[in-house]
């Protein structure tokens, strides 16, 4: 079973909103960090945004102001909201997040993608 479950893409707008959501699927795993990277056509996988155990964020300058990354522990589960979309925006969203487990070494995983297309 895939520990990490993606969800929240599709097609909008320029200038609209999409939340991401990235899901630990088994209770059993606490998410430690999360980062989000995005990979376009003919392009190389780049780091849009990531969260620190201790709430820190950094974001990349393309996305500052406009996107936010979280996590609520509560649901195990970290966002991604996504406002002021631009065309360029468009790519495959993936998450990784170091998981925790009782007993185990923690680890990272990523999620299986989800498409975000902004239209102009």
């Known amino acids: 079973q895939v520990p990490l479950l993606e969800s929240g893409g599709g097609l909008v707008q320029a200038g609209g909103s999409l939340r991401l959501s990235c899901a630990a699927s088994e209770s059993a795993f606490r998410i430690n960090t999360m980062a989000w990277y995005r990979q376009a056509p003919g392009n190389q996988r780049e780091l849009v945004a990531r969260?620190?155990?201790?709430?820190?964020?950094d974001y990349s300058d393309s996305v500052k102001g406009r996107f936010t990354i979280s996590i609520d522990n509560a649901k195990n589960t970290g966002y991604l909201q996504m406002n002021s979309l631009k065309p360029e925006d468009t790519a495959v969203y993936y998450c990784?997040?170091?998981?925790?487990?009782?007993?185990?070494?923690?680890?990272?995983?990523w999620g299986q993608g989800t498409q975000v297309t902004v239209s102009s």
């Open positions: 990784n997040a170091n998981l925790l487990r009782a007993g185990a070494i923690p680890r990272n995983y």
């Open positions: 969260i620190r155990s201790t709430g820190s964020t």
